[in-house]
């Protein structure tokens, strides 16, 4: 494409093969990430993960986890890791200084229990009421930057419920549009 001069520059300059102080002190303040995942065949998946901040675990320089709860039961991007290991995350601070951390590596499924064991020190009560399913595990290959530039500048709002003509989750894309009057 022309950018190798730019590329190399970018990735000498700004690729980590681990997470810094300011990386990991970034991660532990972040409410949510974006997930990318392909299985065996390279068919891609994108996902997203919310929790309280720190939700995902700094363990060290090199390591991150994060518990799996249950959710639609699909288990897309957990089924891509047992065939594909390499994990793409992009956190993005939308609401103080618009920027992104992209980390990439290899992950490892784990159960509640056997991570425990060698890392005793994660939290038990990530979700209020409800207990991890598994713990996705990441060596870090990589880590660097995603330009603030078009990151949108978001305000937090209360978290509402939904209105009362809202399809519930499992009809809101698949639902028959002649069912509510429209063609």
Request: proline share 8%.
């Amino acid at each position: 494409m022309g950018s190798a001069d730019r590329a190399a520059r970018f990735y000498d300059q700004q690729v980590r093969p681990c997470l810094t102080p300011e990386m990991r002190e970034f991660i532990g303040r972040q409410s949510m990430v974006f997930l990318a995942t392909a299985d065996s065949g390279g068919a891609c998946d994108s996902s997203f993960r919310a929790g309280p901040p720190g939700f995902v675990h700094v363990l060290d320089e090199h390591t991150l986890a994060y518990p799996e709860f249950r959710g639609n039961g699909v288990l897309a991007s957990a089924g891509n890791m047992t065939e594909n290991p390499h994990l793409g995350m992009l956190f993005v601070d939308f609401t103080h200084h618009r920027v992104g951390l992209h980390v990439n590596g290899v992950a490892r499924l784990y159960h509640d229990e056997d991570l425990r064991s060698t890392q005793p020190g994660l939290p038990r009560d990530t979700a209020p009421g409800r207990s991890p399913e598994m713990w996705v595990h990441l060596t870090v290959e990589e880590a660097y930057i995603h330009c603030s530039k078009y990151i949108p500048h978001l305000v937090p709002g209360p978290r509402a419920g939904h209105p009362s003509d809202r399809p519930k989750d499992a009809d809101y894309f698949t639902r028959s549009r002649t069912a509510h009057g429209t063609r």
